[in-house]
């Protein structure tokens, strides 16, 4: 099958070389592969706390490494792709960065609100410190994010939807709501999801998204690909044959796919 979302060293917090992840894939028999890196930040005029991704100066060199990968014959067939931080008020900027390279397709994905990486686990103690009011607030906070990743026409795939959930905390409050929206918002903005796998060996102990929004995406016809965000080689692949199962289970019957920015269907009954 598939996996769509693969990481190297080159973002500083993953390991392994392009060519580290595509025998792996190679080995466990996966027909696709994506790789996904994180666009550079510096190319955005931001500078996180952390370094997280490559620098601009390496985009080439990546562009380069997995462009070689796929004059390769059989399987797995490989997709260059990216992970690109949505930064509110820098839509023009992603937008005009974008158009200077052949992607097969872009993820958007959010990490940061302000300059909070609150998806790094050496941060993950600040969540203790809030009131579940605040909780609330900060999912609150996410998904208006979420809604604008998915209304500004820039990505092919929505990263790691909830990923706001990923150590655990929750509102004591109903966010079905925005479950809801989002869902709407996909639907009528046509742009597919990912069945992110790496949520299962976080905190949270489940996909992204879980199985609620998932239902919901379904139900609007919201179409869904299949990542693994693998950090390390050994990764590639991983629970990909979970999600698959659980998509039938719930009654989709087919994975997005990408070339050249243009969704295709790949059949999974």
Not at 103 to 109: A, E, I, K, N
Not at 212 to 237: I, M, Q
Request: hydrophobic share 35%; with cysteine.
């Amino acid at each position: 099958m598939i996996d769509y979302h693969l990481h190297t060293s080159r973002c500083c917090h993953a390991e392994g070389t392009v060519e580290d992840y595509y025998k792996e894939a190679k080995r466990k028999g996966l027909e696709e592969i994506g790789f996904a890196d994180h666009f550079p930040l510096d190319l955005l005029n931001f500078t996180p706390p952390v370094r997280v991704t490559m620098e601009g100066k390496e985009l080439p060199e990546y562009i380069e490494e997995v462009s070689q990968l796929q004059l390769k014959r059989g399987n797995p067939d490989v997709k260059l792709g990216i992970e690109v931080d949505f930064l509110p008020d820098r839509e023009e900027k992603i937008r005009k960065q974008l158009a200077k390279y052949p992607f097969d397709y872009v993820t958007g994905s959010v990490h940061f609100m302000g300059n909070w990486d609150f998806t790094n686990p050496e941060v993950a103690c600040e969540y203790a410190k809030l009131k579940d009011e605040e909780i609330f607030g900060l999912y609150e906070e996410y998904y208006h994010l979420i809604e604008k990743v998915i209304q500004s026409n820039l990505f092919d795939i929505t990263g790691h939807i909830d990923v706001i959930k990923k150590f655990g905390y929750r509102p004591g409050k109903s966010i079905q709501h925005f479950l809801e929206q989002i869902a709407d918002l996909l639907r009528a903005a046509d742009i597919c999801i990912e069945l992110n796998t790496a949520g299962s060996y976080a905190p949270v102990n489940e996909f992204y998204p879980g199985i609620e929004l998932l239902k919901l995406c379904h139900r609007k016809k919201v179409p869904v690909t299949l990542g693994s965000d693998a950090h390390r080689p050994a990764e590639v692949g991983r629970d990909i044959d979970k999600a698959l199962s659980l998509l039938k289970s719930i009654g989709y019957r087919e994975v997005a796919v990408f070339k050249e920015r243009k969704r295709l269907a790949r059949s999974i009954v």
